[in-house]
């Protein structure tokens, strides 16, 4: 039934959602982005589930650190479960995914840590040329959107 309800959530990224002003995301958008690459599937379905497709296709400016269907993979498959069918849950973890602003990785780079669109912060660091954020490390940087910046990370990072 999860699977089939996750699999209807995908569904939906290429079908205008009716009412509550809710969209399909612009192709350059970060959800748009997120929509249209198959290793953001699972983000795409948490996006959709906490209510924040219309919030990641806005103005921004915004920076994502976005984990992969495999970040998400190394979250035991209960604990999955409760987070996507918790919406309030669901929404600070992504939050905590966010931080205001466009931040380059040169910018980040250059930080030991970052506030949160959630309140939290999350610790910044370098080491052999590898950006962390907290215990994730960045494996692309730098993907571009109207309105911000997409860092992929390999961890879900949780607050």
């Known amino acids: 039934m999860k699977k089939h ?19 399909v995301p612009s192709s350059n958008t970060i959800a748009g ?58 929404k600070a973890v992504l939050l905590y995914h966010v931080v205001s602003g466009k931040v380059t990785a040169a910018q980040v780079m250059t930080m030991s840590s970052a506030t949160t669109v959630n309140g939290a912060d999350v610790t910044v660091s370098t080491s052999g040329g590898k950006v962390m954020i907290n215990d994730s490390t960045v494996t692309k940087a730098n993907v571009m959107a109207r309105n911000g910046v997409i860092h992929v990370i390999d961890t879900v990072l949780m607050p």
Do not use: H, R, W
Not at 5 to 23: E, H, K, Q, R, T
Not at 52 to 80: H, Q, R
């Open 5 to 23: 309800l996750l699999l209807s959530a995908l569904a939906l990224s290429s079908v205008a959602f009716a009412g509550g002003g809710s969209m």
């Open 33 to 90: 982005i997120v929509a249209n690459d198959p290793n953001f599937s699972t983000l795409l379905a948490a996006v959709q589930a906490a209510g924040l497709t219309e919030t990641l296709n806005g103005t921004g400016p915004f920076t994502v650190f976005a984990p992969t269907n495999a970040a998400f993979a190394k979250i035991p498959k209960a604990d999955l479960d409760a987070l996507l069918n918790n919406p309030e849950q669901l």
